[in-house]
């Protein structure tokens, strides 16, 4: 039962525009998120992180927004960059449970 | 500051067989956790050790086990190998609490299973 989803497997997009990757969850327990990028022969690397008292969190090209009564994750990246393009999961948790995992978003920055 | 380390970076095995796999966190991180990655399925959470303790363990069968030693390095084995057992594992550590510290990740085991 996959509890964190990312729906778009690819996302193409042009080199200072802004990239968009979502991210869905069910459970209504989940009160902390992550976005993580990861590249080729990589482990992944933590990018950005929201608790549940916040709706937005920013830091510099990236801010995460997140709709708690939409079950909704989003990282928005401005401007893209090549050096962006690279696979981003999000992750999710309760306080003191483990982190859930979403299959991954590839993300292709054309220059 | 040296990352997460984890040996070895590939490994090719045969059905039946058992493997073990190491990973050594960040100097001073208590919580290692294991994940395995597959395509189409994302990270899996295995399990998280803290203080030579398992604290967290997920859905995988009793083929799949761990330990940690008391200098925080932890040894991931898999016993009686299957074909769908290949696939990235991912060790990752943090501080203290796993569910809000961040955990950096090693680079990954590429494991086959043939």
């Known amino acids: 039962d996959q509890q964190v989803k990312q729906n778009s497997p690819s996302l193409s997009v042009q080199e200072g525009r802004i990239s968009i990757l979502n991210c869905d969850y069910t459970?209504?327990?989940?009160?902390?998120f992550l976005w993580y990028k990861k590249y080729p022969a990589e482990g992944p690397t933590f990018l950005i992180s929201i608790s549940s008292i916040k709706d937005k969190n920013e830091d510099g090209r990236f801010t995460v927004f997140l709709n708690k009564s939409a079950k909704h994750l989003s990282l928005h990246i401005v401007p893209s960059q090549p050096g962006d393009s690279a696979v981003y999961f999000c992750?999710?948790?309760?306080?003191?449970?483990?982190?859930?995992f979403g299959t991954g978003t590839s993300l292709t920055v054309i220059p | 500051k040296a990352g997460v380390t984890q040996t070895p970076r590939y490994l090719i095995k045969t059905r039946g067989q058992q493997v073990t796999l190491s990973c050594s966190p960040i100097?001073?991180?208590?919580?290692v956790s294991w994940y395995q990655q597959t395509p189409g399925q994302g990270l899996q959470f295995l399990f998280e050790y803290f203080s030579e303790t398992q604290r967290n363990k997920g859905n995988f069968p009793g083929r799949f086990s761990g330990r940690q030693f008391s200098n925080s390095r932890s040894e991931m084995n898999v016993s009686t190998l299957e074909l769908g057992d290949s696939a990235l594992y991912l060790c990752?550590?943090?501080?203290?609490?796993?569910?809000?510290?961040?955990?950096?990740f090693g680079p990954g085991t590429r494991l086959t299973v043939l």
């Open positions: 459970n209504s327990m989940f009160d902390y």
């Open positions: 992750a999710a948790s309760a306080k003191g449970g483990q982190f859930y």
């Open positions: 990752a550590s943090s501080l203290m609490d796993r569910s809000t510290d961040t955990q950096y």
């Open positions: 100097s001073g991180h208590r919580s």
